[in-house]
């Protein structure tokens, strides 16, 4: 299996990237920022990057569905049709039973690698998809003066002199960024990748030295601008984007190269995305942060089938993922985060579905989790406008995740301090 | 003067006919002149004054051509810049013809089949009846590219498209391909006029009851996704002036509508007759009645009028210019055309906050290259669909009911990879890899002509043929360093020996593609 360092990375790309005399703004303060000698000296500890894995449900998970209170009638009076029967559920406990479809993942729980968030959410509920998502990603609930995200904000805080950011540092699966990783600059943090293979700039040259000059120009360009115009903030973010484009496309291709999967993913997209992430692990890409989404939870109609089926794809994937990891040794370094941006609706609508609603689960999955579950089960006699109260502010999951977890002191992320959580097992 | 005319359906190089000394377009192109620049520190929707402002010139013209409409050759920008703005900007937002309107060949074949009963057909018809459904459905995309490239109404199309993602809805779940062309119709044929009557219509359109679960919206048991998004995406904007308790009230008011045989019906029997209570207007309200109310809100002309501010000119306006824009859309009634004419001929337009400073969309990076290069007539249709859903904006096909977002989203390392993947199958006529999983149309005969950047007489002028490149992928000269170093690739061989730049011999115009490729990668080809 190849490793391959930040040194091995800033050997090969460095060089060009840096042969400007001016250096723009943006890069002096990512790979540029330390001095060149700091890269021939060994980087102790780098291979040990503890990793998080985001997991994205979107279009709001029914979380009343996903952990069903299969004791309490409340429940099956406002769920006629969608109410899940408890000799179906996995019981965990007198009042929980989880959804048959996560029976997978709950083989992981029963091996203390599952902790169950019960109720997470935050006050006054917005049930917009898109502003609802905004403010998981962002962590702010109040104006929408704040446009960067929670995991921009802890990579711009972890990335140090001697452990300067990379373009690779998060790694999204897919076609779009999520807000959650852009920064307060303006900019963002990580790449965005759908398809590895896909994933390199292809000079069109005839011979091999013409395809080297190209590459140069490619960079060149980006650097200096082929119009003489004055930088923006704009400009600097495209020109940035394409200098990680380039510089991060050799990289992936290394990594992918040195992968093989003795498991077997489940043939669906969730699937392949988790497969992808862990091709980059083991292929030894130096990430920190990974995201995922799976999408199709906004089950206005006949949600039943929909909703079983996603489960189903996300339990089978995770623990595919496990499997791979534990093969390559590299289990012990992750957790996997889970959410949405809203639950549903505590009572159906007169699809067989569910509307857009409030507090629901979050989960995390991982060697170094706790395990079992935080919070109360929802009282479904004390509703807000219908919906399901929040308990537990999903930024005290995020500020244990980023204390306990990545080693990073949450409030210089989410601002405040949250309520402390117990997590994880140290 | 020469008439006026946008791809009038010829697609020959109009500008570049052999014998005419190609470098004269430079002429009107004062763009020596330096940059645009930022005319006042007051935002306002002032009119552009020549004997204020300076002469409106080909730069103008440029800028107005792209942001209206995708782009054009250096011939056609030349026009514009001699009829002058106001002239320009009527000709450019003229009302929409009937070509613009006509119905492709298979909408009336499939008119016709789709209501034809399925119940006697074979599992073998069936499927039949199926796939044919589907491969209408690529052929509306196809059509809408075609026309999106060769239209004389371009503006006509990048409006439509403005609406496609403002009231989105997905062939994902909107099936029928004659529906959809219908949906996208509506917004040619009204998009131009009043905003209000527009939304009525989509309202009450059968592609948009489908997309929102309107038929599963009874009385006794709303379902708010359609009073939601009504008013959060399509008029007010997200928690603006309106409660949950207003979602749900409208969501009574608007119980009732269902689709019959492709039709949109409304049905009495389940539509709820109770008093209700929406935005302050109360009785047994129906859907115009909700749209109504919502109209006399004053965030219904703030929401629109910022966002088609953001689409044509600028993001993120500032908020005293926000008011102002709300001002005027009102005093225009909503008129979607009369507030953009107001736009395209304000100082603000023609200012450095507004020149080159939006993000191209995949769409306007595609069908901009296509129109300033005046491509070949057949461009490769299932090429650039299948382009363009890697790069993002896969067309009938919008990501959720928010559309696509505009602006650094369209950008992204993998939005990127793509971008360059597509420029290079258009510039060399090869697939690169990174491609072929999804584009297996691909002639040699397809790629880009290089005659249009010889220099007539002087095809061994290397700096005038990437001027005249520059000249058309950004419509202003080269930065001199830029153009020192790609003119040392054209003209230095692989030992760093100079060679002789010849654009007439195939090695320097192989080495020519390789700069058009790399000048169209460049982060200033993102931006428009």
């Known amino acids: ?426 | 003067m020469t008439p006026l005319s946008v791809r009038q359906c010829d697609f020959k190089h109009t500008g570049y006919a052999a014998s005419e000394p190609a470098l004269d377009l430079f002429t009107p192109f004062p763009y020596t002149t330096g940059t645009m620049s930022s005319y006042s520190d007051r935002k306002t929707l002032a009119r552009y004054r020549p004997e204020v402002h300076g002469p409106w010139h080909g730069q103008h013209a440029y800028h107005l051509l792209e942001r209206a409409g995708f782009g054009g050759t250096p011939e056609e920008v030349r026009m514009l810049s001699e009829h002058g703005m106001d002239a320009s900007v009527d000709f450019l937002l003229r009302a929409p013809t009937d070509e613009a309107l006509s119905k492709p060949d298979w909408a009336e074949t499939w008119r016709e089949i789709r209501y034809q009963s399925t119940s006697g057909l074979s599992d073998e018809e069936k499927r039949e009846r199926r796939n044919t459904r589907i491969g209408h459905m690529r052929d509306l995309q196809r059509d809408w590219i075609q026309r999106l490239i060769s239209s004389p109404q371009p503006f006509l199309e990048k409006l439509t498209l403005f609406f496609h993602s403002h009231f989105a809805v997905s062939a994902e779940k909107v099936k029928d391909p004659l529906m959809f062309l219908e949906h996208l119709d509506l917004f040619r044929q009204m998009g131009m006029g009043d905003f209000r009557e527009l939304t009525k219509a989509v309202c009450r359109n059968p592609a948009m009851v489908i997309f929102l679960d309107s038929a599963s919206n009874v009385k006794g048991r709303p379902n708010e996704n359609f009073a939601r998004e009504l008013m959060e995406l399509y008029t007010l904007g997200e928690g603006v002036q309106y409660t949950e308790r207003d979602v749900q009230e409208a969501a009574r008011a608007l119980t009732g509508w269902r689709v019959r045989q492709y039709q949109a019906e409304f049905d009495l029997s389940r539509h709820d007759p109770g008093i209700k209570h929406v935005l302050g207007k109360s009785g047994p309200l129906r859907m115009n009645d909700v749209v109504d109310a919502i109209f006399t809100r004053p965030e219904a002309a703030r929401f629109i009028a910022v966002k088609l501010f953001e689409f044509f000119v600028y993001q993120h306006p500032e908020k005293d210019l926000q008011d102002e824009l709300a001002i005027r859309f009102a005093e225009v009634n909503f008129h979607v055309r009369e507030y953009l004419k107001l736009l395209f001929t304000s100082e603000l337009f023609y200012s450095k906050q507004a020149y080159r400073t939006l993000i191209k969309s995949p769409v306007q990076l595609v069908i901009s290259t296509y129109r300033k290069l005046a491509f070949d007539p057949n461009p490769p249709l299932n090429a650039t669909r299948a382009a363009l859903r890697l790069m993002g904006q896969n067309l009938l096909w919008p990501p959720d009911v928010d559309g696509w977002k505009e602006g650094d989203v369209w950008v992204n390392t993998n939005a990127l990879m793509m971008r360059y993947h597509w420029l290079h199958f258009l510039t060399t006529g090869e697939v690169p890899e990174g491609l072929t999983r999804a584009v297996r149309e691909a002639s040699a005969e397809t790629y880009l002509d290089v005659a249009p950047f010889r220099v007539p007489g002087k095809p061994q002028d290397v700096n005038g043929s990437l001027q005249l490149a520059a000249l058309h992928l950004f419509g202003r000269p080269l930065e001199e360093n830029a153009a020192t170093r790609l003119a040392r690739y054209l003209t230095h061989g692989s030992n760093n020996a100079r060679v002789v730049f010849d654009l007439t011999k195939s090695t320097s115009e192989e080495r020519f593609r390789g700069i058009l490729y790399l000048m169209m990668s460049s982060p200033d080809y993102q931006r428009f």
Request: aromatic share 8%.
């Open chain 1, 1 to 426: 299996m190849a490793s391959y360092t930040r040194r091995d990375f800033l050997r090969s790309s460095l060089p060009l990237a840096a042969a400007s005399v001016t250096v723009p703004h943006f890069l002096s303060q990512t790979v540029m920022a330390a001095p060149g000698t700091e890269w021939t000296s060994s980087i102790p500890g780098q291979n040990d990057h503890r990793i998080l894995v985001v997991l994205q449900l979107s279009g709001g998970n029914d979380g009343l569905n996903t952990l069903v209170p299969y004791e309490d009638a409340h429940y099956y009076k406002l769920r006629p049709v969608l109410g899940l029967q408890k000799r179906d559920v996995i019981q965990v406990n007198d009042q929980i039973g989880i959804h048959p479809s996560l029976n997978i993942l709950h083989d992981l729980y029963e091996n203390g690698e599952v902790s169950w968030i019960q109720n997470a959410g935050y006050p006054n509920p917005n049930r917009s998809h898109f502003r609802s998502m905004e403010i998981w990603h962002t962590a702010h609930t109040g104006q929408r003066t704040i446009q960067d995200g929670w995991l921009g904000r802890y990579l711009d805080a972890s990335c140090s002199g001697t452990d300067p950011c990379t373009p690779v540092d998060a790694v999204t699966i897919g076609t779009e960024l999520p807000q959650a990783l852009r920064t307060p600059d303006g900019g963002s943090k990580g790449v965005v990748i759908a398809d590895p293979e896909a994933y390199v700039w292809e000079s069109s040259g005839r011979s091999r030295p013409q395809n080297e000059r190209q590459k140069k120009l490619l960079i060149e360009q980006a650097r200096e601008g082929l119009l003489g115009e004055a930088p923006t903030p704009r400009i600097d973010y495209l020109r940035r984007t394409a200098i990680e484009a380039s510089l991060s496309a050799e990289w992936v291709a290394a990594a992918v190269k040195g992968y093989r999967s003795g498991v077997e993913y489940p043939r669906h997209q969730l699937g392949a995305d988790f497969r992808r992430v862990g091709q980059f692990i083991a292929g030894g890409l130096k990430s920190r942060v990974f995201y995922i989404r799976h999408g199709g939870f906004d089950t206005h109609a006949n949600q039943a089938g929909v909703h079983a089926r996603l489960l189903q794809q996300m339990s089978e994937s995770i623990s595919a993922f496990r499997k791979d990891m534990l093969r390559h040794g590299q289990w012990e370094r992750i957790t996997i985060l889970g959410f949405s941006e809203f639950g549903r609706r505590v009572a159906e609508n007169d699809s067989a579905g569910t509307d857009h609603g409030a507090a629901a689960p979050m989960f995390l999955v991982g060697p170094q989790v706790k395990g079992g579950f935080v919070g109360e089960p929802p009282d479904l006699t004390d509703l807000l406008h219908g919906d399901i109260r929040h308990t537990i502010d999903f930024r005290s999951v995020y500020g244990s995740v980023l204390n306990s977890w990545l080693d990073l002191d949450a409030t210089k992320v989410l601002g405040k301090t949250y309520p402390s959580l117990k997590l994880f097992r140290k």
